[in-house]
């Protein structure tokens, strides 16, 4: 991969930054730090490494991606929105009353998502299920969790860890986006979860710690996965709550605050965009 197309994709993150924040701002509920820290890691997925056909969500031989911290929703939706799951107007009707674009993932609902998630803990044992079924297929295709450090405070996590290195599920790739602050306050001081990368080492995992703000160290870490035999693989990925817009960075308070009428302007300026509103 060329420095162009690195940048290509780092365009692409911007613009989908972009489209959170306008989003947020009008559904005036949503969360907008965690949606941000986890943006680079879903475009190197949507734009570059995973198998899917926007206009065949279904297709069979898809790559599966499972945003087990589903509150970050919203920034699952705006790359579905990019690549053509839907029209990017839906974006402007998250979280309202008969909408397909909930505040947590709903797969009845929204083209391209796998399966429901919100509840945190929950989705690394799904894709782990989702790993085991497409094994027993003889697919290729593989299997990416997104998850919180917060959320590695739940113990259903460390089950599905267990599960995962006990079956060598080498097909499936988990993705932690540490950017050390949960909906209260940091994450150290809640309940610590570090050392991160000891703990998944413990269970069998093949860990990889990279800057989850660096396209090019996403794309290297999850191209390493993809090579990786008989062990799944966690890529702990160090970032930033709120990236893009520094008054919204590392700052617990919008964990679930969304732009104002006031910030919007500002947020958009941030990210290299006029507002026109
Ligand atoms: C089982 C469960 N308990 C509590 C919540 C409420 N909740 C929503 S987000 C959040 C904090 C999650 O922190 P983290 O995983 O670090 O998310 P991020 O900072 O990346 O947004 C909590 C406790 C939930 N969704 N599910």
């Not at 997925?45 to 898809?62: A, I, N, T």
């Not at 690549?83 to 309202?96: H, I, Q, S, V, W």
Request: with cysteine; proline share 4%; net charge negative.
């Amino acid at each position: 991969m060329d420095s162009a197309q690195i940048k290509q994709l780092e365009e692409t993150a911007r613009k989908l930054r972009v489209a959170l924040v306008k989003t947020l701002h009008t559904s005036q509920s949503g969360h907008t730090g965690g949606s941000l820290s986890a943006i680079d890691m879903v475009t190197a997925l949507y734009f570059q490494v995973m198998q899917h056909r926007p206009s065949e969500p279904k297709w069979e031989g898809r790559d599966r991606f499972v945003l087990c911290k589903g509150h970050a929703a919203p920034a699952q939706y705006v790359a579905l929105a990019e690549a053509g799951y839907f029209p990017r107007e839906d974006l402007m009707m998250l979280r309202r009353l008969g909408s397909h674009l909930q505040g947590h993932p709903d797969s009845k609902g929204t083209p391209g998502v796998e399966v429901c998630t919100g509840s945190l803990g929950q989705g690394l044992s799904m894709a782990n299920g989702m790993a085991l079924g497409l094994r027993l297929d003889g697919s290729t295709s593989r299997v990416y969790a997104l998850l919180g450090d917060g959320e590695l405070q739940e113990g259903q996590v460390w089950e599905a860890a267990m599960a995962a290195g006990h079956y060598r599920l080498d097909n499936l790739c988990a993705l932690v986006d540490v950017n050390r602050l949960q909906i209260d306050g940091e994450v150290a001081k809640v309940m610590n979860v570090e050392p991160v990368t000891d703990k998944f080492r413990a269970f069998g995992w093949h860990v990889l710690d990279i800057d989850g703000h660096d396209m090019a160290a996403i794309l290297a870490a999850l191209a390493e996965a993809a090579t990786v035999k008989g062990r799944p693989t966690v890529i702990v990925a160090r970032t930033v709550k709120g990236k893009g817009v520094p008054f919204f960075e590392n700052k617990a308070a919008y964990h679930g605050v969304t732009p104002s009428d006031e910030e919007l302007p500002k947020a958009l300026e941030c990210l290299g965009e006029q507002c026109y509103l």
